[in-house]
């Protein structure tokens, strides 16, 4: 059996996004119907990078997932991951992928987790089907515990650790063959507050440590508002992002952008559009430094000129 190697990442502004969505469209049929549920989503990560994605049931996020994982292909459009293209791959080199490029951590600690194994056994088992030497694999998995924080736990079977420790445990899994990337699926939505932190803080260390560039998918606040990128997707497409500088604490500076395809789309957030009752049609007015945007003139309202009551938005 032979491990696929990675080859090492170039870091700065040279370096190629580890993931690559442009104009990602994915279209479902079941009995004659079509449901699109990706409409052209374009998504960056740069390697290293630590980014939340946020959205409504239904915007597309268990669908960019299943993409990314290589568990599904998209209709059109591109996808890349760490170089890879994810419309083109045969079912061989998706298994490679998987096994090695990617690694996923599912909301349930025990879709990752062997209940029979211990907590060293089960982080091991991944690298056996990558092919890891069996002199290696003993050593990487109890160093994989350590950066998580639960070396303590490497000899405990799953029925001996809490729900926090299987998911951290479940992260050694998921990050035991040195993915280029790690996607995390609502990884704390079934944890208490404290446990939640834990894992997480688990997440930003392997993130830190191992190098691992992670998307994460939550509803959790406490995820999404303390991770310098957070990525909100909507009706198939990538709505706006929400960027935090400062020092990763407490002085943190949020500023939140619309974002603006390649097409010139931009999804207005939904707040904005109910408070001035804007369906269907919008104004558009060049300015100097900016665009206006105004709700649809009623008829005999002269034109370039607000509606009465309008404000610029």
């Known amino acids: 059996m032979t491990q696929t190697t990675i080859p090492p990442r170039t870091t700065g502004a040279d370096a190629a996004p580890d993931i690559l969505c442009d104009n990602l469209v994915r279209i479902f049929r079941s009995e004659g119907i079509e449901v699109v549920a990706l409409q052209g989503l374009d998504l960056v990560v740069a390697p290293g990078e630590l980014v939340a994605l946020v959205g409504a049931s239904g915007s597309g996020k268990s669908t960019l997932l299943g993409i990314l994982s290589g568990l599904d292909v998209p209709s059109a459009g591109t996808a890349r991951v760490a170089g890879q293209d994810l419309g083109s791959m045969t079912a061989r080199q998706r298994l490679a992928y998987r096994r090695s490029t990617v690694g996923f951590l599912f909301q349930q600690a025990t879709a990752n987790l062997l209940p029979y194994l211990t907590a060293v056994e089960n982080v091991e088992l991944p690298m056996v089907l990558g092919g890891v030497p069996r002199s ?92 310098a990128r957070t990525v909100g997707i909507r009706d198939g497409r990538t709505s706006s992002e929400v960027l935090r500088r400062g020092d990763g604490e407490d002085g943190l500076v949020a500023e939140e952008f619309a974002v603006l395809d390649r097409a ?26 900016h665009i206006g945007v105004w709700p649809a003139r009623p008829e005999g309202a002269a034109p370039g000129e607000p509606a009465e009551g309008e404000e610029e938005r």
């Open 264 to 289: 010139g789309r931009l999804q207005l957030p939904q707040g904005f559009t109910t408070a001035l009752e804007m369906r269907d049609r919008v104004r558009l007015d060049l300015e100097a430094d």
């Open 136 to 227: 290696e694999r003993a050593v990487r998995a109890r160093e994989t515990l350590e950066v998580l924080g639960i070396p303590e736990c490497a000899d405990r079977h799953l029925a001996e650790l809490s729900g926090g420790q299987q998911q951290r445990v479940a992260l050694g899994v998921a990050v035991a063959n040195r993915p280029r990337v790690l996607l995390a699926d609502e990884p704390t939505g079934e944890l208490d507050t404290r446990s939640s932190d834990e894992v997480f803080g688990a997440i930003r260390d392997a993130n830190r440590e191992l190098g691992t560039t992670v998307l994460v998918v939550t509803h959790d606040p406490l995820v999404s508002e303390h991770v």
